[in-house]
């Protein structure tokens, strides 16, 4: 068997400020979408929102919804497939052939579907590197090394899809305020409250949580994969990343600035009806839940839209530092967490699932969206804090990150099997 003429990861000295700014500021965000999980202690109304105590949870849960909601795995999937090109490209240019990096990066997806039930099961149901491990599978067997029109085609259908689903969306808002739903609305009316479905927080014993635990990934990660938005999300970034988008801001300033502006405004025009809806500013018809999928069907497309637009303006940020002759303190900090994004990623649920399930301290149950918001900014800083000291250790496993050296070396083989490359 003979070895790949690899490079091995990226070394510290060739990584690009934009990603890493990009995955930073993505682990705020997903740890604050994770906070739902562990309020077990309050009852969700009929669309599937935690019930506002107080006007602090209002504000809190607008902002989430028009900021949060839906947009932060879209950015995830985009970054993912954005560093699978990068490495495949990487790859290639040091010698190896398309399909032995094909074959690398298989072995990583793997891995990431192995650690993402180990997630699961241990700590969070909604972990999302098995189905981005699973996603990488596919998209890297039929597309990572596919010519431009191929990748343009799957990424215009995959638009056009979405496009579909939002006029869906409008479609049934129009409906439903014009009372023609009325009579499927009376037929799903189910009461005015609803229990949280994730009942793996509520649980006190662990053993037990374990189950719904898993049943909740199986059931993430099947509607992830077989989705539109995760996949095309992928797609965009393989298309990005072909350009050097992220490593090369600077040349595409128009494109950023169309995608920034655009981006943002569409994610905030497709998840506004929802967030009204959610706080009470707006009392949406009788509907026995209805408004919870027609507003799915609007925020899932423009919540792409969203999280590209994230992407841009991370790039436009990392153009402007790059401009500087130093980097600032809030930009270095929140680099060194992208950098160790997937050991951040684990820590929070090792952080959070102890002190906030019912197996462990259950402090959830004594939360509210508020402050529960206010802990999960807490968790983050404490990996920015954790990250920074470890920009300075000697031991390389803490260096880089534990997760991230283990998925390194398990995707690439000890430093000796791989032929250096100068």
């Known amino acids: ?6 490079r091995g990861p990226t070394r510290p000295k060739e990584r690009a400020l934009a990603p890493d700014l990009a995955r930073g500021v993505m682990l705020l965000l997903i740890v604050l979408s994770n906070t739902t999980l562990f309020l077990w202690g ?25 900021l949060v909601d839906v947009r932060v795995y879209p950015l995830f999937a985009f970054l993912f497939g954005y560093g699978m090109m990068h490495v495949f490209l990487r790859q290639t240019a040091a010698g190896a052939t398309e399909s032995d990096t094909v074959r690398l990066l298989r072995r990583r997806g793997v ?13 969070l149901p909604t972990d999302v590197l098995g189905a981005y491990g699973v996603i990488g599978l596919v998209l890297g067997a039929l597309l990572l090394s596919s010519r ?7 990424i215009w259908t995959g638009v056009s899809l979405l496009t579909l689903l939002f006029a869906v969306g409008i479609t049934g808002l ?53 989705g539109v938005t995760a996949p095309i999300a992928m797609l965009l970034g393989f298309w990005a990343a072909r350009r050097r988008i992220l490593e090369e801001p600077g040349r595409h300033l128009p494109l950023l600035r169309r995608v920034a502006v655009g981006g943002v405004s569409l994610g905030l025009i497709g998840a506004l009806p929802t967030a009204l809806f959610t706080v009470g500013v707006v009392e949406p018809p009788e509907t026995g839940g209805l408004e919870g999928p027609i507003g799915l069907a609007m925020s899932w497309p423009t919540g792409l839209a969203g999280g590209l637009g994230y992407v841009a303006v991370f790039a436009l940020v990392a153009v402007r530092v790059a401009r500087r002759e130093r980097q600032g303190m809030v930009t270095v900090a929140v680099g060194s967490v ?45 990996t920015v804090v954790a990250t920074g000291l470890a920009e300075h250790a000697s031991n390389p496993v803490v260096r880089a990150g534990p997760a991230d050296w283990l998925l390194r070396r398990l995707t690439y083989g000890p430093p000796a099997g791989r032929t250096p490359v100068t």
């Open 42 to 66: 309050v009852q969700l109304d009929p669309s599937g929102q935690p019930v506002a105590a107080g006007n602090a949870d209002r504000v809190v849960q607008f902002l989430m919804v028009t």
């Open 1 to 6: 068997m003979r070895e790949l003429p690899t």
């Open 148 to 154: 431009e029109r191929a990748l343009r085609r799957w």
């Open 338 to 382: 992208g950098r160790r994004s997937l050991s951040c990623y684990l820590a929070h649920s090792l952080v959070m699932a102890p002190i906030l399930a019912g197996w462990g301290l259950g402090l959830g149950e004594h939360m509210t969206i508020a402050t529960m918001a206010l802990f999960a900014v807490g968790t983050w800083l404490v």
């Open 174 to 226: 129009a409906l439903l305020w014009s009372g023609a739903l009325d009579y499927l609305a009376g037929a799903s009316q189910s009461g005015d409250e609803l229990p949280n479905p994730f009942t793996a927080a509520e649980t006190s014993s662990y053993a037990v949580s374990v189950v719904p635990r898993l049943a909740t990934w199986f059931g993430v990660t099947s509607l992830t994969t077989l």
């Open 111 to 123: 891995w990431l579907v192995v650690l993402g039930f180990l997630h699961a099961a241990l700590l």
